[in-house]
């Protein structure tokens, strides 16, 4: 882990920052590419299953998040805005509702600073999700990187 913090900029956020030791265009690759994202995405013991990744502008990432001990966790996004390698946002369809944006700033050939934004309606929202996302995102993000050194010995 390198330089990372949970803090909320404002009462409706959930901010994740973490500088990650791979180039901003394989960084990118790795949440767009459906054949990575699905390996990482979700804190650990976390696996998905996806019915729909249609990554543009207006599509639709459906898929169901499967707890390790229990529970499928239903998710239906769309995407919002796409700005390669630069800009990945969308909308959650599903409980409970949010907007994600995810920032992908060249911090020099081998590092990228990602910049995780998770931003609710309303205060009392977020409060909830608070609750479980710190740490949880953390564990996200080391499954990121454990998939970006993957990436890197097959390139």
């Known amino acids: 882990m390198t330089n990372q913090n949970i803090t909320s900029f404002s009462e409706k956020e959930i901010v994740t920052i973490r500088v990650i030791k791979a180039g901003q265009a394989l960084v990118f690759r790795a949440w767009a590419e ?3 994202l699905r390996i990482w995405w979700g804190p650990r013991g976390f696996t998905n299953t ?10 639709r990432w ?3 998040m499967h707890g390790p001990e229990k529970g499928n966790y239903v ?5 919002i805005h796409i700005q390669k390698p ?11 509702l949010f907007h994600v944006s995810a920032a992908f700033e060249k911090v020099s050939e081998h ?4 910049v995780f934004r998770q931003i609710f309606e309303t205060a009392e929202e977020c409060e909830k999700i608070k609750r479980y996302t710190v740490g949880k ?3 996200v993000f080391d499954r990121l990187e454990e998939e970006l050194l993957k990436m890197k010995g097959n390139e």
């Open 75 to 79: 998710n239906e996004c769309e995407f």
């Open 34 to 36: 459906p054949e990575h």
């Open 62 to 64: 459906r898929f169901v």
């Open 86 to 96: 630069y800009l990945i946002e969308w909308r959650r369809h599903t409980n409970p």
């Open 137 to 139: 995102n953390d564990e």
């Open 111 to 114: 590092e990228t600073r990602v």
């Open 50 to 59: 996806f019915h729909e990744f249609d990554f543009r502008v207006g599509g």
